[in-house]
């Protein structure tokens, strides 16, 4: 079974830049998670898909990143423009339908922001 | 608002020294708490769930335990492989329909040769 693929792996940017990461999650997985996590830090939700439906994205700095779901299967993770402080590695993860299920995680997108 | 916090942040063994990690939580009733080991460079990957308080789940020299309030991760003669940073997370009964998951800010645990 393949697992949850992201790219890309790597990305430097300048600060007020703007990039996009995508995530293919496990076939048949119906909940997508984007995590935010800043070294040192545990894993923190961004956003969280059902289908391609938003259930939670209190957590998300609208003003500055987007995320969309198209079809209910691939995500794309978009920030415009990039801050400092938004140096992390952005985690994608999926799961399916069922309380207490396995969330599995891909390799993650490391962002530097300069 | 659901929490979860971990002890210590670090932890430095010897190798074939044994000890716990803490995983204290606090929910408005728990659905499920996970533990997962992180490489540096690597996403998450799963370990366990425990679903009830008195679960116990066991993977080569791991074990983890669960009661209302708390999860520990035993590490038992840990080797230099087993350094990692261990995350617990947890899941609410109340997540309105929807499996959220709040992670902790994990140890980071090295074992010595």
């Known amino acids: 079974e393949a697992g949850v693929a992201q790219s890309p792996r790597y990305k430097i940017i300048e600060k007020r830049q703007s990039v996009a990461f995508w995530c293919n999650p496990i076939?048949?997985?119906?909940?997508l998670y984007w995590y935010q996590q800043i070294l040192g830090q545990g894993p923190k939700l961004l956003i969280q898909?059902?289908?391609?439906?938003?259930?939670?994205d209190s957590q998300l700095p609208k003003d500055r990143f987007s995320a969309e779901r198209l079809k209910g299967v691939d995500s794309t993770l978009k920030i415009q423009p990039a801050k400092l402080e938004d140096s992390a590695v952005y985690l994608c993860?999926?799961?399916?339908?069922?309380?207490?299920?396995?969330?599995?995680f891909g390799e993650g997108s490391w962002l530097t922001v300069v | 608002e659901d929490q979860v916090t971990q002890s210590p942040e670090a932890l430095r063994l010897q190798e074939g020294e044994s000890s716990s990690l803490n995983c204290s939580y606090t929910?408005?009733?728990?659905?499920?708490l996970f533990w997962y080991r992180q490489d540096p460079g690597k996403g998450p990957e799963f370990l366990f769930t425990?679903?009830?308080a008195g679960e116990e789940k066991e993977k080569e020299r791991l074990k983890a335990t669960l009661t209302k309030k708390e999860s520990f991760l035993h590490i038992t003669a840990p080797k230099p492989e087993d350094s990692a940073t261990y995350l617990c997370?947890?899941?609410?009964?109340?997540?309105?329909?929807?499996?959220?998951?709040?992670f902790g800010t994990g140890t980071k645990l090295q074992v010595i040769p």
């Open positions: 993860a999926s799961t399916a339908t069922g309380f207490g299920n396995t969330i599995y």
């Open positions: 076939s048949g997985h119906a909940t």
């Open positions: 898909f059902q289908n391609n439906g938003v259930v939670d």
């Open positions: 929910v408005s009733g728990l659905r499920g």
């Open positions: 425990l679903y009830s």
């Open positions: 997370a947890v899941q609410p009964m109340n997540s309105g329909g929807y499996q959220k998951v709040t």
